[in-house]
C-alpha cells in the first residue's frame, strides 16, 4: 500500500532517531526507501519545520533529528495507536 | 401535555446520569480525534471528530429534554438555561419534540458520519448524506412509529461499524480494538433494547441505558489505553 506524506516523515525520522539521532545521506535514503529527488523534497520540508538539521562529523555531513522531530514521532505513534484501535 | 417519560420513576436522573458518561466519553474521544486531524492534517480524524461531537451534542439534547421532563422545569422558576427555555416554550409540547428529535437526528447523522469514515466514503457520498438527512427528517416527521424506526436504523449503522471494527481487530489481534469491536456490538444490542424500552418501558428502558452504558464505558476503556501506550 502506498505510504501517505506523514509516514514517510516519520519513517525518515525513525531512521535517526534509531540510529541514536544521525545518520548518513545515503543511509537515510536507503532506510526511508526513497529515491534522491523525492528525499530531497521531504529534506527540504522537514528542515524548514525544524524537525531535522544539518551536522557535520568528521569532517563527513549528516543528518540529525531535532528535539521538534522526535516529538513529532511520539505524536505520530499517538495516531497509529488512535487509528489502529478504532479502525480508522 | 405529551409524556416523553420513559423510565421508573426510581430511574429518574439515573439514566441523566448514565447519559452525562457516554457524552463526556463522546466528547473526549471528539477532541482526541481532532488533535489528530491538527497534527497529520488527515480529513479523516477530522470527520470522525464531528461525528463523536455529533454523538455529544444528542446526549445532551437528550439530558436536557429529560431533565426538564423528570423535574417539571417548566414549571419551576429557576434552573440556570431551562429558565430561558421556559419562557420561550412555555406552555409547548413542541419543546419536548424538538428536544428528542435533535438527539435523534444528531444520533444517527453521527453514526452515518462513522460509518462513512470507517468504509473511506467520505468524499464520495455527499448525496448519500443529503438524501439520508432528508429521509431522517421526512422519518420523524411523518412517522407513527419513530421510535422503533429510529432504533433500528441506528442499530442498522452499529451493526455495520461493528463489522468494520471487527474486521480490524482480527487484522491487529490487540486488546484495544477488541474492546472498540465489544463497544460497538455493545452499542448495537442497547439500541434493539430500546425499542421494546419505549413502548414498555419501566425495566426494559432501564435495560436499554444499563447496556448502552456498558458499551461506551467499554469504549472509553479502549480510548484511555491508547493514551496511556503513548505515555
Given at each position: 500500500?502506498?505510504?501517505?506524506?506523514?509516514?514517510?516523515?516519520?519513517?525518515?525520522?525513525?531512521?535517526?532517531?534509531?540510529?541514536?539521532?544521525?545518520?548518513?545521506?545515503?543511509?537515510?535514503?536507503?532506510?526511508?526507501?526513497?529515491?534522491?529527488?523525492?528525499?530531497?523534497?521531504?529534506?527540504?520540508?522537514?528542515?524548514?519545520?525544524?524537525?531535522?538539521?544539518?551536522?557535520?562529523?568528521?569532517?563527513?555531513?549528516?543528518?540529525?533529528?531535532?528535539?521538534k522531530g522526535r516529538e513529532f514521532t511520539l505524536q505520530y505513534k499517538k495516531m497509529r495507536e488512535f487509528q489502529d484501535a478504532f479502525g480508522l | 401535555m405529551v409524556n416523553f417519560v420513559f423510565?421508573?420513576?426510581?430511574?429518574?436522573?439515573?439514566?441523566?446520569?448514565?447519559?452525562?458518561?457516554?457524552?463526556?466519553?463522546?466528547?473526549?474521544?471528539?477532541?482526541?480525534?481532532?488533535?489528530?486531524?491538527?497534527?497529520?492534517?488527515?480529513?479523516?480524524?477530522?470527520?470522525?471528530?464531528?461525528?463523536?461531537?455529533?454523538?455529544?451534542?444528542?446526549?445532551?439534547?437528550?439530558?436536557?429534554?429529560?431533565?426538564?421532563?423528570?423535574?417539571?422545569?417548566?414549571?419551576?422558576n429557576s434552573f440556570g438555561l431551562a429558565d430561558i427555555a421556559y419562557q420561550a416554550a412555555q406552555g409547548s409540547d413542541l419543546f419536548f419534540m424538538y428536544g428528542y428529535a435533535a438527539y435523534?437526528?444528531?444520533?444517527?447523522?453521527?453514526?452515518?458520519?462513522?460509518?462513512?469514515?470507517?468504509?473511506?466514503?467520505?468524499?464520495?457520498?455527499?448525496?448519500?448524506?443529503?438524501?439520508?438527512?432528508?429521509?431522517?427528517?421526512?422519518?420523524?416527521?411523518?412517522?407513527?412509529?419513530?421510535?422503533?424506526?429510529?432504533?433500528?436504523?441506528?442499530?442498522l449503522f452499529l451493526f455495520f461499524i461493528f463489522m468494520f471494527t471487527f474486521r480490524n481487530c482480527y487484522r491487529k489481534t490487540t486488546l484495544k480494538a477488541a474492546c472498540v469491536t465489544t463497544?460497538?456490538?455493545?452499542?448495537?444490542?442497547?439500541?434493539?433494547?430500546?425499542?421494546?424500552?419505549?413502548?414498555?418501558?419501566?425495566?426494559?428502558?432501564?435495560?436499554?441505558?444499563?447496556?448502552?452504558?456498558?458499551?461506551?464505558?467499554?469504549?472509553?476503556?479502549?480510548?484511555?489505553?491508547?493514551?496511556?501506550?503513548?505515555?
Amino acid at each position: 500500500m502506498r505510504r501517505t506524506r506523514i509516514e514517510i516523515i516519520n519513517d525518515m525520522l525513525m531512521a535517526m532517531v534509531r540510529l541514536g539521532g544521525k545518520i548518513k545521506p545515503t543511509h537515510l535514503m536507503y532506510k526511508s526507501n526513497l529515491s534522491h529527488a523525492l528525499m530531497k523534497e521531504y529534506i527540504d520540508e522537514l528542515m524548514d519545520k525544524d524537525l531535522m538539521k544539518e551536522s557535520y562529523e568528521k569532517g563527513k555531513k549528516m543528518f540529525e533529528v531535532t528535539q521538534k522531530g522526535r516529538e513529532f514521532t511520539l505524536q505520530y505513534k499517538k495516531m497509529r495507536e488512535f487509528q489502529d484501535a478504532f479502525g480508522l | 401535555m405529551v409524556n416523553f417519560v420513559f423510565s421508573p420513576s426510581w430511574f429518574y436522573g439515573i439514566d441523566v446520569m448514565f447519559e452525562g458518561v457516554t457524552l463526556l466519553v463522546s466528547l473526549a474521544i471528539a477532541l482526541y480525534a481532532y488533535r489528530i486531524y491538527k497534527f497529520s492534517e488527515v480529513k479523516r480524524y477530522y470527520w470522525y471528530g464531528i461525528s463523536f461531537l455529533m454523538l455529544a451534542g444528542a446526549f445532551a439534547a437528550k439530558i436536557f429534554t429529560n431533565i426538564t421532563s423528570y423535574y417539571n422545569i417548566l414549571e419551576r422558576n429557576s434552573f440556570g438555561l431551562a429558565d430561558i427555555a421556559y419562557q420561550a416554550a412555555q406552555g409547548s409540547d413542541l419543546f419536548f419534540m424538538y428536544g428528542y428529535a435533535a438527539y435523534r437526528l444528531l444520533t444517527l447523522l453521527a453514526f452515518l458520519g462513522i460509518y462513512l469514515v470507517m468504509s473511506n466514503k467520505v468524499k464520495t457520498s455527499r448525496s448519500a448524506v443529503f438524501l439520508f438527512t432528508y429521509f431522517a427528517f421526512a422519518m420523524m416527521y411523518f412517522s407513527k412509529k419513530v421510535a422503533f424506526a429510529f432504533h433500528l436504523t441506528t442499530a442498522l449503522f452499529l451493526f455495520f461499524i461493528f463489522m468494520f471494527t471487527f474486521r480490524n481487530c482480527y487484522r491487529k489481534t490487540t486488546l484495544k480494538a477488541a474492546c472498540v469491536t465489544t463497544a460497538f456490538f455493545i452499542l448495537m444490542i442497547s439500541q434493539l433494547l430500546f425499542i421494546p424500552g419505549f413502548y414498555v418501558g419501566g425495566t426494559a428502558y432501564v435495560a436499554a441505558e444499563v447496556v448502552q452504558l456498558v458499551g461506551y464505558v467499554s469504549m472509553l476503556f479502549a480510548f484511555v489505553m491508547v493514551r496511556r501506550a503513548t505515555k
